[in-house]
């Protein structure tokens, strides 16, 4: 679930809760008569029967989430669970004063705003925690201000756990990429997978598969993004031909183009070449000299 999703779950959760217990408050607390009381009774029980299944389905997603989580709980979240936990009886309870006990009914009220003050303080620390660290959810990226932090082997440690879960690691060390396309990869990956990589967890990778990459082209001497196309070459253009029949032919830019759009139509498979891979590959095949 997005978090404005959920912030706004939770500010409907409050609202439901805080009706509620006005409308019981007006029934039970006045001394004078008030007219349709059955009138504001049935909606009392509207709004209860709402707030539940609303609870009903957030803790489910709780759970989802808690499940799904690498991190050790946080505070905030462990807070937040039992809080959420302890609503569970007291709702029950509410519920069966009301349908087998009527003599306890007086103890209502205090039921009820007791559920109105914990639905209250979950609310603050999921949507207003979500409000006050919106920022942080946006775009990141390294700035020199980081430096201080970076750390190459906490990078790696960090990488090897989280990156690992939902494909190889083969799948990223084998990715080349510019500092500007990695940025945009792991925010894209983050966001699939909050709130497991936490801003802090981004620039580390950032940092360490950046590094990484650099090392290993300075250690093979060659221009990052030649190594980028012919790898690509290498690995795509082989698989029905020779590589001679590729580096044989000499085109401009259009020509090596419709070329390669051709082979990914000859090759019938979408996920042959990202568009990132063709427009590296073109961009290497139109600049390479001719061997004499
Ligand atoms: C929630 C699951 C999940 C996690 C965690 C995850 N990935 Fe991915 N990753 C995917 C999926 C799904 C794809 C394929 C979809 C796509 O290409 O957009 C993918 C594709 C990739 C690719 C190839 C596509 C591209 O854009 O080059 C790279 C590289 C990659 N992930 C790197 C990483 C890194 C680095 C991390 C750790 C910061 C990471 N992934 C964590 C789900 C995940
Ligand atoms: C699915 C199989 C397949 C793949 C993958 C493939 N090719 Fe081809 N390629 C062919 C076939 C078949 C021919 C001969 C028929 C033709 O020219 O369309 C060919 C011919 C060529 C030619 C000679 C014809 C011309 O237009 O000059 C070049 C150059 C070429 N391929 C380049 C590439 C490059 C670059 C890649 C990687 C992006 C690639 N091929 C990937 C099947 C493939």
Known sequence: MKPYMASFLALLFVLIAGSAVFIMLEITGRTEDHGNKSGWITLHRILGYLYISLFAVMLVFMISKVAGLQEELSARTIFHIVMSLVLVPLILS?????????????????????????????????????????????????????????????GKAIMNRKCSKCHS???VYRAFKSEKGWTGTINKMATMDTPNISTFDIKQVLHYLTTQQKNRQ???????????????????????????????????????????????????????????????????????????
């Open 218 to 292: 300075a250690h093979t001497g060659t221009n990052p993004f030649k190594l980028i196309g012919k790898s690509l070459v290498t690995r795509k253009c082989t698989v029905c031909h020779t590589l001679d029949r590729v580096f044989g032919a000499r085109k401009t830019l259009s020509e090596w183009t419709a070329t390669v759009n051709r082979m990914i139509a000859t090759m019938d498979d979408e996920s042959f070449l990202s568009k990132g891979e063709k427009t590296e590959i073109i961009t290497y095949l139109s600049n390479k000299k001719k061997k004499k």
């Open 94 to 154: 509410k519920i069966l004063i009301v349908r087998r006990h009527p003599a306890l009914t007086s103890r209502l009220p205090i039921i009820g705003l007791t559920i109105l003050a914990l639905s209250f303080a979950l609310t603050g620390i999921t949507a207003g925690y979500y409000l006050l660290h919106k920022k942080d959810l946006t775009y990141t990226t390294l700035s020199a201000h980081d430096n201080d932090v970076l750390d190459l082997e906490l």
């Open 169 to 171: 690691l083969e799948r």
